[in-house]
């Protein structure tokens, strides 16, 4: 059979054009039939807080919010909780 991104199914497609036609088929061969789901957030609560506590001194609160795709308000709630951790 020959693989042709235009005859995908429509989710297939989009892997095809974002991570090539390789990479779509593998993942059709290992995921096909499943039901996935992909959290909204990509990082750790772990890693969330050790990368706070790193750059907490280097960054605003606005760029460690941007680079971690949270609020700023969450940014400040986990310094508030590192704070307190440390006392």
């Known amino acids: ?4 991104p235009e005859g995908f ?4 497609q ?3 054009e974002l991570l090539g036609e390789k990479a779509a088929l ?9 039901t996935v789901t ?3 957030k990509l990082y ?3 890693y969330t807080r050790k990368f ?3 750059h907490k001194g280097s960054m605003t609160t606005r760029e460690i919010a941007k680079a971690l795709n949270l609020t700023e ?7 508030q909780e590192i704070a307190q951790k440390e006392t």
């Open 9 to 12: 199914n429509v989710i297939y």
């Open 26 to 34: 593998k993942i059709w061969k290992n995921y096909a039939g499943l």
């Open 73 to 79: 308000r969450r940014i400040r709630q986990i310094i």
């Open 44 to 46: 750790t609560n772990e």
């Open 1 to 4: 059979m020959s693989s042709d």
């Open 14 to 16: 989009g892997f095809a």
């Open 52 to 54: 706070v506590r790193e």
């Open 38 to 40: 992909f959290p909204k």
